[in-house]
């Protein structure tokens, strides 16, 4: 049985939080096309969820990551140094922000 789109990325996005690993989406995937299709009640499922956001046409993303990977290994240090061990990185074309 074929699971549709939303299905496999929600899937991903489930092992990802159970496992402690960071759920990469290049272009916002996740909180543009995934979150917003999570019914009300299942939305604190992912809060845990651990996410660097690739906010960057594809063909940039590689080089913006580069640029980017001191900053998202200090995020990674302080997420797990405190009692919400979640990290989310948002990398645009200028801009590298954290949400704390």
């Not at 140094?81 to 801009?95: F, G, L, N, Q």
Request: aromatic letters at 4%.
């Amino acid at each position: 049985m074929a699971a549709d789109g939303f299905t496999r990325d929600a899937l991903v996005a489930a092992v990802s939080e159970n496992e402690g690993a960071i759920l990469v989406s290049v272009d916002g995937d996740f909180r543009k096309h995934i979150a917003p299709r999570i019914p009300v009640g299942a939305r604190a499922r992912f809060r845990k969820l651990s996410q660097l956001r690739l906010e960057c046409p594809e063909p940039q993303a590689a080089k913006r990551l580069e640029a980017a990977i001191s900053f998202i290994e200090r995020e990674y240090e302080i997420a797990q140094a405190s009692p919400d061990k979640r990290m989310i990185v948002s990398i645009t074309t200028k801009v590298m922000r954290t949400h704390r």
